[in-house]
């Protein structure tokens, strides 16, 4: 067994790794750091020997973190947060050139909530960057734990006493489709329109809950995974689908798509907000909560 000298190690090397396990692959996490790859490389070997583990293994598609490395991530993660809070009490916490803080969310969220976010953060936080990074309410508490994401914005999935939540509101649902169609009459009329269905699952979503529990069932003509990718499928075509309120109005504010409300009753849900409890001396990071539940406040119509 190798014994290190601590003192004789560069904390650099931290800030390589967690670029390689963000990144995957030696030459981005140069890019990234504004290094060469040798250097990266030359990191990577001081990391092997320091933790005698490979920490990544070469794949087609990059390197895969080994079992040690992901270990390590959310140790080594919280380590150079807390480098960063020092650093920004130095200066007041207004050093912020260059660093970047991840918000995981779903993209319904990302889609009303990202535009207006930038330019909020650029008119007060300038020269911070954003990382908008896709979630769920079934990977958000671990992701967040790993310190993939900063900053959660769920529907859901946020219980550890390690996290500080704040409630945003609660979420429902709007119906939405291209101008020239024309608006459902009834609830059998709704369920006989084609539908578009936005799930992960692709074969079942909420508004199949809700019409069942009326006494009907939708004609489902096309399936996604994303609302991204939802005026893209809708404009110019008989389609229909029911999604977000919040995602629907701002859809709706960027292309020929109406809104309308559902037919049928569906649940709303509860929105809320999460950042890890060590982080509450982090001032940059709480400023960027502030301004994401201010804009949630103005722009997302919860109840």
């Known amino acids: 067994m190798h014994s290190i000298d601590i003192d004789s190690v560069d904390l650099n090397l931290l800030r390589v790794f967690v670029a390689l396990i963000e990144e995957g692959g030696a030459s981005r996490a140069a890019l990234r750091l504004g290094v060469t790859q040798p250097a990266v490389s030359a990191a990577l070997a001081r990391l092997r020997e320091i933790y005698a583990d490979p920490l990544f293994e070469r794949t087609g598609r990059g390197l895969r973190p080994t079992l040690r490395a992901n270990e390590l991530a959310p140790l080594i ?3 150079l947060n807390r480098c960063r809070q020092a650093f920004a009490l130095s200066v007041a916490g207004k050093d912020i050139k ?5 918000i995981g969310l779903s993209d319904d969220s990302e889609i009303a909530l990202g535009q207006s976010l930038v330019a909020l953060i650029d008119e007060q936080l300038h020269g ?4 908008f990074r896709q979630t769920h309410s079934g990977l958000v508490q671990d992701m967040l734990m790993h310190h993939q994401i900063d900053i959660a914005v769920s ?4 219980s550890s006493p390690l996290i500080a939540r704040h409630r945003l509101g609660r979420g429902n649902y709007l119906c939405i489709a291209d101008a ?5 009459s009834s609830a059998e009329d709704y369920a006989q329109r ?23 069932k939708r004609s489902i003509r096309a399936s996604t995974s994303h609302f991204a990718a939802v005026p893209f499928l809708l404009v110019g075509s008989k389609l229909i689908t029911t999604v977000p309120t919040h995602a629907a109005r701002a859809m709706e504010r960027v292309s020929t798509l109406q809104t309308f409300p559902c037919p049928v009753p569906l649940p709303s849900y509860d929105l809320e907000i999460g950042t890890r409890v060590g982080s509450k001396h982090d001032s940059t990071l709480q400023t960027v909560k502030s301004l994401i539940i201010q804009l949630v406040d103005n722009t997302f119509c919860l109840s």
């Open 155 to 158: 529907a859901g999935g946020l």
């Open 98 to 102: 260059g660093r970047t803080i991840t």
């Open 194 to 216: 084609p539908h578009l269905l936005v799930s992960s699952g692709g074969f079942v979503g909420i508004v199949d809950e809700g019409l069942n529990a009326a006494g009907y």
């Open 128 to 131: 911070l960057r954003i990382l």
């Open 180 to 184: 020239d169609n024309s608006i459902p």
């Open 77 to 79: 993660g919280e380590a």
